[in-house]
């Protein structure tokens, strides 16, 4: 008779699950790192067309479905009036932005801008960041 090594089935398993563990952390990386690179890329994305103007950036938002880019908004027909409480504090939230009567009954022709707005955070607590501002 042979003199074989006895290998037992939960040795194996055991050997298997530490095999398993290990693929999925090196998996979980893999994915991470690629989901990161797409987060840049949107960023990238963003940052090029920015220059190019609101059109592109509309366009880029609108026509491109990435969550990497779902968290830009644009905010338009902003009045000079609510442009001018914003840079001096008076207006502290989207939701006041928002809100603002953009154009009093005495509607006076004047400059409009349009913000590019980046939000992050969960709904409850999100925050909005003016990325861009764009004058009309």
């Known amino acids: 008779m042979l003199d ?3 290998v037992l089935a939960s040795e194996v398993l055991t050997e298997l699950g530490s095999l398993f563990m290990v693929t999925d952390a090196i998996a979980t990386e893999v994915t991470n790192s690629m989901l990161n690179d797409m987060s840049e890329y949107g960023k990238e994305l963003i940052h090029i067309n920015k220059h190019n103007g609101l059109d592109a950036i509309n366009t880029l938002i609108e026509r491109t479905y990435a969550d990497e880019l779902s968290n830009y908004l644009i905010v338009r027909n902003v009045s000079q009036e609510a442009h001018n409480k914003v840079l001096n504090g008076e207006l502290t939230s989207y939701e006041e932005l928002r809100d603002y009567d953009y154009f009093p009954s005495e509607y006076v022709k004047e400059n409009t801008y349009s913000y590019l707005i ?4 969960e709904e409850e607590t999100k925050k909005y960041y003016i990325d861009a501002i764009y004058l009309e």
């Open 4 to 6: 074989a090594p006895m």
């Open 118 to 121: 980046q939000t992050s955070g």
